[in-house]
């Protein structure tokens, strides 16, 4: 039976964090994966995050099941994170996940189950594992036009005329803020001209949020999802831990459904719970539990809150230094997009040949799509950075 296996497509994120890996060279650059790193390469645990395990070896008493849900308490501080009050809480059907990767699964089998025929559009660049689960789970998958090679922002009227094409009951996949891979996002007037469409088509929206905290802040990235949820009839929600509290390999995540109205969400509830019982039965705790921990002290929250606001100036600061260096290198403003760009990611628009050719001769590693982790640079790499780009013709 084995021997019947075939070989299955290598996800090039991390191929890529092997290949990185594997290079000998000290001065290699790792724009990869999408892991925060400070200035000195390391993604450290965050303060808050240190703290509430801290409290939890003290005062946990059991390992024993929670709920097929998760903990009510870790769904009802992540919705209020998420959506503040924008959302009757009443609508909400939530369930815990091992990160915002199972959360897009969950969220893709429910489609499925509730309408095998649905199309989900996704925004062209996407999260390539977006594309790969879709067509794992058996869900087709249309792509709408996002990103402007030429301008590096936001293809709008592409979106919109492609977003137009879509039957009622297709799924319109965006991303919450800090689109992955672009950088690029909208505005929120092109974010209302969204939901428009999806109330006038009959769509149903999906928002994945895994970034919340690294763009604008923790509010202003917030504020397209809950005017999406507060605007739509029926809506899914893909939200992840794993960047904002830096709980990676503790796998924590969230999917919350929304409903037109409340008396629909003990049906969803118990449809999510199925899922979760199918798929892994109950969902990982530790990291769940760490977050609930700081969302709900305040000291606590204070202190995630403020070391999550130094990441994200750093991200910024980042950014800033790549644009100015690059336009003195190159003598144009045709890399000032970095700046504009929100979040962790920056895709610079280069070819795959050009990317590899930065690879081979300058150890710096970036996705394929030429997406780069600002992150992974700092202030001593960010000038080495522009030098290649320039030399390498980009
Ligand atoms: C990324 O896009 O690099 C991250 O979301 C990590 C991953 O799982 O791909």
Redesign the pocket.
Known sequence: MLSTLKQQPA?K??ALMAKYKEDPRPTKIDL????YKNAEGVTPVMRAVKEAERRLVAEQETKSYVALAGDPAFADAMIGLVLGNAVQREKIAAVATPG??GAVRQAFELVKMANPTARVFVSNPT?P?HVSILKYVGIETVAYRYFDTETRAVDFDGMMADLSEAKSGDVVLLHGCCH??TGANLNLTEWQAVVDLINDKGLIAMVDI?YQGFGDGLEEDAAATRLVASSVKECLIAGSC?KNFGVYRERTGILMAISEDAASTPLVQQNLNFLNRQNYSFPPDHGARVVTTILTDPELRADWAAELEEIRLGMLALREQLADELRKLSGSDRFGFIAEHRGMFSQIGTTPELVEKLRADNGIYMVGDSRM?IAGLNAETVPILAKAIVEAGI
Do not use: F, H, Q
Request: net charge negative; glycine share 18%; charged share 5%.
């Open positions: 996800d994120i991390l990869g994966v999408g892991v915002g990767t999260w594992n992955n891979p895994a794993s982790n």
